[in-house]
């Protein structure tokens, strides 16, 4: 079973839907991460969070909003979506371990179109 | 403001040929550096992690090495195959506390 899952994988959607994105994970990690991607622009961080309690914004979180319900869930919403949120979205987590900052590990992403 | 930059943004070689990427960063005090595979329209795949104290790591034909006083990584890639085509990203935070910065990456073609 994959340690970091996201549903849905794929969702076709209409202006001014809001839409919700979830992740789970049993890397049993603290840290966890949004971001998306799109065609020519890389991967740019929307949210992150650090533990249950500390969430944070990234590079664009302008339209988005996030929830931790617990250390293994982490839900991204589009409260009304619009066509240029139109990407791949990615959750990821991470860990600390004796002070380091470990791997980070990926999601398989959710393809997200809104028309 | 802080980024990371991957030169080129594409490269093509023949099979069999080894083969350097690079990662730089603006601000030498990168804390640690992950490698990534990208495969199209995948998620990203961890290659290797350079840890703090660390200045290089070895996977089988993988190995990355992280520079700070330059504030540049290397990965290597020896004895090239057509499955190594992928995008190869490189990302690291800048402190243990600070978010993590992605490059925008090397898409990497192995001709047979």
């Known amino acids: 079973d994959a340690d970091v899952t996201q549903t849905p994988r794929n969702r076709i959607t209409k202006t001014g839907k809001r839409i919700m994105l979830e992740c789970s994970q049993t890397?049993?990690?603290?840290?966890m991460y949004w971001y998306r991607q799109d065609p020519g622009l890389g991967l740019r961080l929307i949210y992150y969070?650090?533990?249950?309690?500390?969430?944070n914004k990234g590079e664009i979180s302008d339209g988005y909003s996030v929830s931790r319900q617990a250390q293994a869930k982490f839900s991204l919403s589009l409260e009304s979506a619009i066509p240029n949120q139109t990407a791949l979205y990615f959750c990821?987590?991470?860990?600390?371990?004796?002070?380091?900052?470990?791997?980070?590990?990926f999601g398989p992403g959710t393809r997200l179109t809104v028309l | 403001k802080q980024e990371v930059t991957q030169i080129p943004a594409a490269l093509s070689v023949p099979e069999g040929e080894n083969l350097v990427l690079n990662c730089s960063f603006t601000d030498s005090a990168i804390y640690n550096l992950q490698w990534f595979r990208q495969d199209p329209g995948k998620g990203l795949t961890s290659l290797l992690l350079i840890q703090s104290s660390q200045r290089e790591q070895t996977s089988g034909r993988l190995n990355a090495s992280l520079d700070k006083s330059s504030g540049r990584s290397t990965l290597y890639i020896a004895a090239s195959q057509p499955g190594d085509s992928a995008t190869y990203l490189c990302?690291?935070?800048?402190?243990?506390?600070?978010?993590?910065?992605f490059g925008s990456g090397t898409r990497l073609s192995i001709r047979p």
């Open positions: 969070s650090f533990d249950v309690k500390d969430i």
């Open positions: 890397k049993g990690h603290d840290r």
């Open positions: 990302a690291g935070p800048y402190s243990s506390a600070s978010k993590i910065i």
């Open positions: 990821a987590t991470s860990d600390v371990l004796a002070g380091e900052v470990d791997e980070q590990f």
